[in-house]
């Protein structure tokens, strides 16, 4: 019995999230099947117009040198322009022209195409079967050569034939295809972070406070329980259990308030009646939760990472002469501002959220954060972006703080991992959606526009926030560090060698990859390699994809090593090999390796180095986890502030294979250096 | 109680299924949408691109070409008949390569809002072709090589964007119907599966009948369908309800127990 409450969360919760994929799952493929049909559909007569108008305008010149040329003309002088008009043309496989009577004679017209007429339910249902079919039988009907007639003297003397490359159609639909898995992805995870966990828990919390209820009446728990709700059963049966205690309670106190004369003795035991029995404690109507900061976090950090996959191109866009630095320089500059600004707010962030509370604080945070979202979308150069990045950041700073906090307030002490490990998981799954989605909108309504559905959504976490975040938080446990501890931490881990090391040799380089090379190369990379912005998305949440699942499997092969450190300084080596991949400038499918290869390096460093860090700080006296932990996360951000610089220099001096592979170099060597430094140094020191 | 529980229960969570239903597919259809206007204008781009080519062969016959303003020649009469061949085409114009500056336009002028961004995006280096939805107005442009093969300027065609939109709001309209489709076949699909989910805990909220909660702890017959650990529970809670007040019934000072009764 002790375990019914959790037991029927399980089941619920289990329950709910299956029902919930199922039904996405069945959505997911409906939609992506019709989808590709619709579009495709739409697609074709575009296609077939072009093959028209490409063979009419050949046609067209033909007959005006036939009538305007001084000697004889022959068609076989039109089939190299032919040719390369074909060649030209992604849309058309080939174009040549048919000039013997008997080809003129054979030749049929393609059927013209007419618009669908009017259908009811059931002819669409088996219209909407059929094309899927056809779709996925790989069906090219409705792609028939094209033709345009050569008259000369109101004579046909030829016809110009234009092919439709059916292998263009097929492109398309692969390039929408993987744009609709990554929207599928994107959407379910928005789904379940936005709707199933909320829906969980308001049908399950009404079951767990009856159960909670039910569990303490057969101790001999009276209480006024919490109320489950206003209406329903649940409600019902918890006002039933309430009215009988509450008989139960206004008999004691009517017996206290007329046993005013009565012996002690008999107070007394009443007293300790209701006492025992709970008569007169009354629960809390509502208890605060995680979800109530998860949502409006996920969606503002959702919009903040829609830019990601395409700054450095926005910058470069917007990039004009007399702008602060040189281009290569400049397309780093936004990210390594937006860090900085992040890294120079952090330590202010405990006096902001005692001075403000942290709903108030949420709020004040979403006006830089719209503002910089806003100018981003009016700039006219890369100075522009830059200021307009820095405002946003001190958004993001003030509004990530302002969540974390809260989560660390309302969640119990002993459960405050599972709070931050909740905190990180929103961040990361708001990052893979946010990028990929910011991808893709930018190919379909173009950058500048991306920054306004930005903007909006923002808006949209903050009304989010001002609904479910709650302004009376449980009241500050007296702080175990003061502000001369803090100093003292930082001063005590500062003189720790390993933790400088740490630090130095893992932590900062693995920030300076993340930002310099994820952020900044890959796009710019990619751009230059003529992968569309969809792509680059898609490829950039790769690393999300992977370090997701493998960060826990990642956690506990550490843990059962045992030697966090050596772990951390091996994925540190590989993260830097990784890069050197690159050296001959490969393909996209090539980044696209180096990518989910630096995923997987850098799960293995994520929890590892916490650890580390962790264990390194124990020889420490007085230096508690959460200083430890914050010192790290600060010092982190000094990489991330340097990497975007970094790598922009480098391209200003060496080619993009060069710039990764040496950055990659620069990386394992210093993972290297530490290896040696730590075999080299006695345990004793 | 039957009401009662599918209201609270089974009606809750198919609800919050069929709003997650349509939220998801409400989603797709958003962006499936913006991706099909985004296909259609590129495809539309693209064949309009074919005026241009017939623009730029004409420049390139040209050989003192030089894209400055006083060497535009022939640019207007070569517009003019790329317009009668593509009547939808409300214009063109020809930028140089210093700055957003227009130097000749034939048709319908651009709105001067637009030249800047315009040319931002004919010169990026990232697109060998733009094309720009602004404000229903769709761009599209290629920049011009000159014989040496430097960028010598860029020619820019626009038409209003309602031109391709029957086709598109056609396209747009089917979708719509078939996403309704789906949701309706999942409305169907999905009730059962609720059902049959959700059976356990519907005896479970059996079990939470009020009137299940009694001061004693009187036999009662276990109802159909109602969840037996839960029932035993409140079975305990009411033997010591029960109990609770006897006891309280025998410390009330006599004159309160008087009282009382």
Known sequence: MHDRPKTSETFVSRRLFGTSILAIALAAIFSATFTLTEITSALRPLILAKAQTTSDLLAIDIETRLTTAAKKTTFAEFEPVAAQMAADLPEIRSLHILSRPEDIAAYKPAPETTAAPAIGLPQEIRLAISQAWALYHGDTAGLDPIGAKVQEKGQVVAIVVAEVETAFLWDEIESIFFDTLVVLLAVTLIALELLVVPRTQRIVEPLLIAEDAIRRRATGDFSQYRQAGRKGIVARFMASANALNAQLRDRVKAALDTASDASKPARDRLSEFARAHRLFNVDSPKTLSVNDARIPLFVFCFAEELQKSFMPLFVAEYYRERDWFDIDMMIGLPISAFMFVIAVLTPFAGKLVDRYGNKRLFLMGLVPAIAGYVLCFLVRSGNDIVIARSLTAVGYAVITISCQSYIAAVVPRENRARGMAIFVGVLMAATMCGTAVGGILATWIGFKPVFLVAAIMTAIAGLFGLALLSGKLPPEKPAIATKGAAQNSFRALFANARFVMIVLFCAIPAKIILTGFLYLFVPVYLANLDVSQSEIGRIMMVYSLVIIPISPIASRASDRLGNSLTIVIIATVASGLILTGLYDNPPAAGVLLAVAGLGLAHAFIKAPLIVSAMEAAEAIPGVTRTSVLSILRTSERVGSVIGPTLVGAMLVIFDYGETAAYLGIGIALIGTVFAVVLLTRSPAK | ?261
């Open chain 2, 1 to 261: 109680m039957g009401w009662q529980i599918f209201r609270g229960l089974y009606l809750r969570v198919f609800l919050s299924m069929m709003i997650l239903v349509a939220v998801v597919l409400g989603m797709l259809f958003f962006l499936n949408t913006i991706k099909l206007k985004a296909l259609m204008t590129e495809a539309t781009a693209s064949r309009l691109h074919l005026a241009i080519d017939m623009i730029e062969a004409g420049l390139r016959k040209d050989p003192r070409l030089r894209i400055t303003p006083h060497s535009v020649g022939n640019f207007d009469a070569l517009a003019e008949a790329a317009m009668e061949r593509f009547p939808e085409i409300e214009g063109f114009f020809l930028f140089g390569t210093r700055g957003p500056r227009v130097l000749a336009e034939v048709g319908h002028p651009p709105g001067r809002m637009h030249i800047r961004p315009v040319f931002m995006r004919v010169m990026s280096p990232k697109f060998a072709r733009s094309a720009q939805d602004l404000h229903g107005t769709l761009f599209s442009g290629r920049r011009i090589l000159d014989p040496s093969g430097k960028v010598a300027g860029a020619v820019v065609l626009h038409l209003p964007v309602n031109s391709f939109g029957p086709e598109f709001r056609d396209a747009r309209s089917r979708l719509l119907r078939r996403y309704v489709l789906i949701f309706c076949a999942l409305v169907v699909l999905l009730i059962p599966i609720t059902y049959f989910q959700f059976r356990r805990l519907g005896r479970t909220y059996r079990a939470l009948s009020p009137g299940n909660i009694t001061a004693s702890s009187g036999k009662r017959g276990i109802g159909r369908g109602q969840d037996t650990d839960i029932l035993a529970e409140i079975a305990a809670g009411n033997a010591a309800y029960g109990e609770a007040a006897a006891e309280l019934t025998d410390i009330l000072p006599p004159d309160a127990r008087a009282k009382d009764a």
